[in-house]
C-alpha cells in the first residue's frame, strides 16, 4: 500500500507578528515544517507534498528537491488547500496522511498507529484525536456506539452535552486517497467565510456510507498547532524535553534537563555528561564519556571520546579524544584539535590544526596556523596573521616551546624542537632545535624614574594652568 503525505504550509501566520514565513520559524534548532517532514519520512511515505502559499520561495529553499510542491495561490480554507495536491498524487492509490505544518511535535509513532488503525478498521478516513483536560476550542469528536466517528462538532455549536467531550480533533488525517480526492470535488464554499473545509470531507463520506475512525494520540502534545510566539515558546520547551528524554535513555547523564538546550541533530554518546547552561546546537556531535558544560555553548562541532569543555563556545571545529577545553576558550570554524590537547582559559583558535599532546593553556590566540605534536605555547603568545588585506600562515613543529608574550608575524615557521624566549616578536624562520631571541637589550638607567615622575607632574601641572586661563 502506497503512503503519501500532503503537508499544509500556506497560511500566512498573521499572529507570529514575524517577516519570517510561520512555519519556518524552528523549534530546537530546526524549521517547524521539517519536523513534521521527518515525521512522515519516518513512517515511508513515498511521496510528500507540501502545499505552499505565502512565502512558498523561502520553504522551497529550505526543504529543496525532497519534496513535491503545490501552490495554494489563495487561501480559501483546509479543503482548498489540499485539492491543489491533486494534479500530483489524486489519481493515486494508497492511503494519504494530511498534517499541518505548523505541528511539529507531531510524531512518526503517533503516525504509524494512525495508520494502523485505519487500516485495521476498513475506514475511508481515520482522525488523529487527542484527549485534554481543557478542549475548550477545539472540535469535538462525537463517536458512535461502534467507536466510529458520528460527527466532528466546532466550539460553538456544541450543546452542553457535547462541550463536556474531552476528546478533540487534531486537524492531522489518513485517507483512503481516492477517496479523498473524490470527496474534496464535492465540497462547497456555504459558509460564513466563504472557504473550502477539509472537515467537509468527513460528512461526504460518512452520507456515502463510509466508515471514519479516530486515533487517540498517545501524547496530546504532539496536538500543539504553532500560531503565536507563545505557543512557539510551548513547543520548544515539549520538544526539548522529548530530546533529552531520548538522549538520557541512551545513556547520556543530563544534570538539569530544564537547563539544558539540545537542537534536534545532536548526536551523543553513551556516559557523556551534560551540565546546566549548556547548548547544543546544528549538528554537533558528541563522543562517549565527555563532560561538556557548564556553560558549553557547541555549534556543528565534533568531539572525541573522553573530551571536556567547560564554559566555551565551539563552532564549526573539531575536538579530538580526550582534549581539555576552558573555562572561557573559543573555537572558531576550522579549528582542528588532535588527541590530548590542552586549550585553557582566555585563548581563541581559529582555523588551525593543533597536534597530539600539545597546549595552549591561557591567554593566546592561535590562527590560521599548523602546530605540531608536544608543543606548549605560553601565556600571551599570538599568531599575527592578517597585515589588512591578507591572511598567512604560522607552521610550529613538533614539541616546540613558545615563551610568553611572544608574537609570531606569519608567515612563519618555528622548527621541531625550537625555543622561542619569552618577549620575542618573531620575524624569520627558526630552524629546528633552535633557540630564538628577538627582543631589545635590557638598560638600567639608575635614578631616572624620579626625573620622569617630575616631568610627567610639571606636564599635568602646565595643562591645568592653560585650561584655567581659558
Do not use: W
Given at each position: 500500500?502506497t503512503?503519501?503525505?500532503?503537508?499544509l504550509?500556506a497560511?500566512?501566520?498573521?499572529?507570529?507578528?514575524?517577516?519570517?514565513?510561520?512555519v519556518?520559524?524552528?523549534?530546537?534548532?530546526?524549521?517547524?515544517?521539517?519536523?513534521?517532514?521527518?515525521?512522515?519520512?519516518?513512517?515511508?511515505?513515498?511521496?510528500a507534498?507540501v502545499?505552499?502559499?505565502?512565502?512558498a520561495?523561502?520553504v522551497?529553499?529550505t526543504?529543496?528537491?525532497?519534496v513535491?510542491y503545490a501552490?495554494?495561490q489563495?487561501?480559501?480554507?483546509?479543503?482548498?488547500?489540499v485539492?491543489?495536491?491533486?494534479p500530483?498524487i489524486?489519481?493515486?492509490?494508497?492511503?494519504?496522511?494530511?498534517?499541518?505544518?505548523d505541528?511539529p511535535?507531531?510524531?512518526?509513532?503517533?503516525?504509524?498507529?494512525?495508520?494502523?488503525?485505519?487500516a485495521?478498521?476498513?475506514?475511508a478516513?481515520?482522525?488523529l484525536?487527542?484527549?485534554?483536560?481543557?478542549?475548550?476550542?477545539?472540535g469535538?469528536i462525537?463517536?458512535?456506539?461502534d467507536g466510529?466517528?458520528?460527527?466532528?462538532?466546532?466550539?460553538k455549536?456544541?450543546t452542553?452535552?457535547?462541550a463536556?467531550?474531552?476528546?478533540?480533533?487534531?486537524?492531522t488525517?489518513?485517507f483512503?486517497n481516492l477517496?479523498?480526492?473524490?470527496?474534496?470535488?464535492?465540497?462547497?464554499?456555504?459558509?460564513?467565510?466563504?472557504?473550502?473545509y477539509?472537515?467537509?470531507?468527513i460528512?461526504?463520506?460518512?452520507?456515502?456510507?463510509?466508515?471514519i475512525?479516530?486515533?487517540?494520540?498517545?501524547?496530546?502534545?504532539e496536538?500543539?498547532?504553532?500560531?503565536d510566539?507563545?505557543?512557539?515558546?510551548?513547543?520548544?520547551r515539549?520538544?526539548?524535553e522529548?530530546i533529552a528524554r531520548r538522549h538520557?535513555?541512551n545513556?547520556?547523564?543530563?544534570?538539569?534537563?530544564?537547563?539544558?538546550?539540545?537542537?534536534?541533530?545532536?548526536t551523543?554518546?553513551s556516559?557523556?555528561?551534560?551540565y546546566?547552561?549548556?547548548?547544543l546546537r546544528g549538528?554537533?556531535?558528541?563522543?562517549?564519556?565527555?563532560?561538556?558544560?557548564?556553560?558549553a555553548?557547541l555549534?556543528?562541532?565534533?568531539?572525541g571520546d573522553g573530551?571536556?569543555i567547560?564554559?566555551?563556545?565551539?563552532?564549526?571545529?573539531?575536538?579530538?579524544a580526550?582534549c581539555?577545553v576552558?573555562?572561557?576558550?573559543?573555537?572558531?570554524p576550522?579549528?582542528?584539535?588532535?588527541?590530548?590537547?590542552?586549550?585553557?582559559?582566555?585563548?581563541?583558535?581559529?582555523n588551525?590544526?593543533i597536534?597530539?599532546?600539545?597546549?595552549?593553556?591561557?591567554l593566546?590566540?592561535v590562527?590560521?596556523a599548523?602546530?605540531?605534536s608536544?608543543t606548549n605555547i605560553?601565556?600571551?603568545?599570538?599568531?599575527?596573521?592578517y597585515?589588512?588585506y591578507?591572511?598567512?600562515?604560522?607552521?610550529i613543529g613538533?614539541?616546540?616551546?613558545?615563551?610568553?608574550n611572544?608574537n609570531?608575524?606569519?608567515?612563519?615557521?618555528i622548527?621541531?624542537?625550537?625555543?622561542?624566549?619569552?618577549?620575542?616578536?618573531?620575524?624569520?624562520?627558526v630552524?629546528?632545535g633552535?633557540?630564538a631571541?628577538?627582543r631589545?637589550?635590557?638598560e638600567?638607567?639608575?635614578?631616572?624614574a624620579d626625573?620622569?615622575?617630575?616631568?610627567?607632574?610639571?606636564?599635568?601641572?602646565a595643562?591645568?594652568t592653560?585650561?584655567?586661563?581659558?
Open positions: 500500500m503512503r503519501m503525505a500532503v503537508i504550509a497560511g500566512q501566520g498573521k499572529r507570529m507578528k514575524s517577516k519570517l514565513y510561520k519556518l520559524h524552528p523549534v530546537c534548532g530546526k524549521p517547524m515544517v521539517g519536523h513534521v517532514l521527518d515525521a512522515v519520512r519516518g513512517i515511508g511515505c513515498e511521496r507534498v502545499v505552499v502559499g505565502h512565502g520561495e523561502a522551497q529553499r526543504l529543496g528537491d525532497s513535491e501552490l495554494q489563495q487561501q480559501l480554507g483546509t479543503g482548498h488547500a485539492l491543489q495536491a491533486a500530483a489524486g489519481g493515486a492509490d494508497g492511503v494519504t496522511i494530511v498534517v499541518c505544518g505541528t511535535l507531531v510524531s512518526s509513532e503517533t503516525l504509524e498507529a494512525l495508520i494502523a488503525l485505519h485495521a478498521e476498513g475506514a478516513a481515520t482522525i484525536t487527542a484527549e485534554l483536560a481543557q478542549p475548550a476550542g477545539y469535538r462525537v463517536r458512535g456506539e466510529s466517528v458520528h460527527r466532528i462538532v466546532e466550539q455549536d456544541c452542553p452535552e457535547q463536556a467531550i474531552r476528546e478533540i480533533n487534531t486537524g488525517y489518513c483512503d477517496k479523498l480526492f473524490e470527496a474534496l470535488a464535492a465540497v462547497t464554499n456555504d459558509n460564513a467565510q466563504g472557504e473550502y477539509l472537515t467537509d470531507v460528512g461526504i463520506l460518512q452520507a456515502r456510507g463510509e466508515r475512525s479516530a486515533s487517540v494520540a498517545a501524547d496530546p502534545a496536538s500543539i498547532g504553532v500560531n510566539r507563545i505557543a512557539l515558546s510551548e513547543a520548544e515539549l520538544m526539548r522529548r538520557q535513555t545513556g547520556v547523564t543530563i544534570v538539569d534537563p530544564a537547563g539544558t538546550y539540545i537542537e534536534a541533530g545532536v551523543i554518546g556516559d557523556t555528561v551534560l546546566p547552561g549548556t547548548f549538528g554537533t556531535v558528541i563522543g562517549e564519556d565527555c563532560v561538556i558544560g557548564p556553560s555553548d555549534t556543528d562541532t565534533t568531539i573530551t571536556t567547560r564554559q566555551s563556545v565551539a563552532e564549526s571545529a573539531q575536538l579530538g580526550g581539555a576552558g573555562p572561557f576558550a573559543y573555537l572558531r576550522g579549528t582542528k584539535l588532535a588527541d590530548n590537547v590542552k586549550i585553557g582559559d582566555f585563548v581563541e583558535i581559529k588551525a590544526e597536534g597530539a599532546g600539545s597546549k595552549v593553556p591561557h593566546s590566540y590562527g590560521d599548523v602546530v605540531g608536544g605560553g601565556c600571551g603568545t599570538i599568531t599575527a596573521n597585515d589588512g591578507n591572511k598567512s600562515k604560522t607552521v613538533d614539541d616546540a616551546f613558545i615563551g610568553s611572544a609570531l608575524i606569519a608567515p612563519v615557521t622548527g621541531n624542537g625550537a625555543y622561542v624566549v619569552a618577549g620575542s616578536t618573531v620575524t624569520h624562520d630552524p629546528e633552535s633557540v631571541i628577538a631589545a637589550r635590557q638600567n638607567k639608575e635614578g631616572y626625573k620622569l615622575r617630575a616631568r610627567a607632574k610639571s606636564k599635568k601641572e595643562a591645568a592653560r585650561k584655567d586661563g581659558q
